[in-house]
C-alpha cells in the first residue's frame, strides 16, 4: 500500500512541475522570456512582414503567433500607430548564415615539370614528402616524369 502512495505522490509532482514549466508568464497575451510562443515556432515565420493595407501590430501580432511586444522588440524603430502599406516588418531575427564545407587552400593535384621532384614539390607546396608519398603510391620519386600528376591533398 505504501508504494502505491509513493507512486501516486510522484505523478502528483511530475504532474505540478509540468503545469509550471508550461506556463506562460505574466498577462495570457505575452509569452515567456524565450521571446516567441511555441506556436510561432512551430509555423516557420518568414524573416518579414509586409504591411497590406488595414494591417495593424494587433493583428499582425493575431496571424504571426507573436505578442505585440515581440513585435515591438523586433522593429524598435518603427511607431507601432503609423505602419504604411509596403513597409517590411521583422518577424524574427535572421538565422546564422550557413557556409559551405570550408575548402582546402590550394590545388588538388600539380603536374609536374621539367627538372621537378617530390623534395621540390614538397617545398614549393609546402606539403612533406612523406605526405606526398602516401598520397601517390603509384608514382616513383626516381621516375617522376614532365607531366606527371602529383596529388597534394585528398
Same mark, same amino acid.
Not at 25 to 42: E, F, K, L, T
Not at 122 to 138: G, R
Given at each position: 500500500m505504501g508504494r502505491f502512495f509513493a507512486l501516486v505522490a510522484l505523478l502528483a509532482v511530475i504532474g505540478a512541475?509540468?503545469?509550471?514549466?508550461?506556463?506562460?508568464?505574466?498577462?495570457p497575451d505575452q509569452h515567456a522570456?524565450?521571446?516567441?510562443?511555441?506556436?510561432?515556432?512551430?509555423?516557420?515565420?518568414?524573416?518579414?512582414? $509586409?504591411?497590406?493595407?488595414?494591417?495593424?501590430?494587433?493583428?499582425?501580432? =493575431? =496571424?504571426?503567433?507573436?505578442?505585440?511586444?515581440?513585435?515591438?522588440?523586433?522593429?524598435?524603430?518603427?511607431?507601432p500607430n503609423s505602419i504604411a502599406p509596403g513597409q517590411r516588418l521583422l518577424l524574427r531575427r535572421h538565422p546564422p548564415v550557413r557556409h559551405a564545407a570550408h575548402k582546402p587552400i590550394g590545388p588538388q593535384f600539380w603536374t609536374v615539370k621539367p627538372g621537378e621532384s617530390f623534395g621540390s614539390i614538397a617545398a614549393k607546396t609546402q606539403i612533406s614528402i612523406v $605526405?606526398?608519398?602516401?598520397?601517390?603510391?603509384?608514382? =616513383?620519386?626516381?621516375t617522376l616524369q614532365p607531366g606527371d600528376r602529383v596529388r597534394l591533398r585528398r
Amino acid at each position: 500500500m505504501g508504494r502505491f502512495f509513493a507512486l501516486v505522490a510522484l505523478l502528483a509532482v511530475i504532474g505540478a512541475v509540468l503545469v509550471v514549466a508550461l506556463t506562460p508568464i505574466g498577462r495570457p497575451d505575452q509569452h515567456a522570456v524565450s521571446g516567441r510562443s511555441a506556436d510561432a515556432r512551430d509555423r516557420h515565420l518568414p524573416v518579414y512582414w $509586409t504591411v497590406r493595407p488595414g494591417d495593424t501590430f494587433t493583428m499582425i501580432a =493575431k =496571424k504571426t503567433g507573436l505578442s505585440i511586444t515581440q513585435l515591438e522588440a523586433l522593429n524598435p524603430t518603427v511607431d507601432p500607430n503609423s505602419i504604411a502599406p509596403g513597409q517590411r516588418l521583422l518577424l524574427r531575427r535572421h538565422p546564422p548564415v550557413r557556409h559551405a564545407a570550408h575548402k582546402p587552400i590550394g590545388p588538388q593535384f600539380w603536374t609536374v615539370k621539367p627538372g621537378e621532384s617530390f623534395g621540390s614539390i614538397a617545398a614549393k607546396t609546402q606539403i612533406s614528402i612523406v $605526405t606526398l608519398e602516401h598520397l601517390n603510391p603509384q608514382l =616513383k620519386p626516381a621516375t617522376l616524369q614532365p607531366g606527371d600528376r602529383v596529388r597534394l591533398r585528398r
